[in-house]
């Protein structure tokens, strides 16, 4: 049993800043790639930023420059930093993270997520 939570979440005006984090826990042998995704009413949930164990970073071409994805292997636990937010950056934000369980295949979680809302 595995279990990701998001926390971090708010509102914050325009230009502003937030920090989440996504803690997972549970039967953890190994955890892959971590990512962020949201989604806004009315769209599909679309990726946001994905880290590697390594440290490798990658980003959707809308949040280059004011997102910044990392990860704390030791802690099972990621972070974005986003700065400069924008109001088209409201959504809900989920957490997924790609864990393998000790005795079983690698399988895709994800947290319920955290509702970021930015004010114009």
């Known amino acids: 049993q595995v279990q990701l939570v998001e926390s971090g979440g708010g509102l914050v005006q325009a230009g502003g800043s937030l920090r989440l984090s996504c803690a997972a826990s549970g039967s953890i042998f190994s955890i892959n790639d971590m990512s962020w995704y949201r989604q806004a009413p009315g769209k599909q949930r679309e990726l946001v930023a994905t880290?590697?164990?390594?440290?490798?970073?990658n980003y959707a071409d809308s949040v280059k420059g004011r997102f910044t994805i990392s990860r704390d292997n030791a802690k099972n636990t990621m972070y974005l930093q986003m700065n400069s937010l924008k109001p088209e950056d409201t959504a809900v934000f989920y957490c997924?993270?790609?864990?393998?369980?000790?005795?079983?295949?690698?399988?895709?979680?994800w947290g319920p997520g955290t509702q970021v809302t930015v004010s114009s």
């Open positions: 880290v590697t164990p390594g440290g490798r970073t």
């Open positions: 997924n993270a790609v864990v393998l369980i000790p005795g079983t295949l690698a399988r895709n979680y």
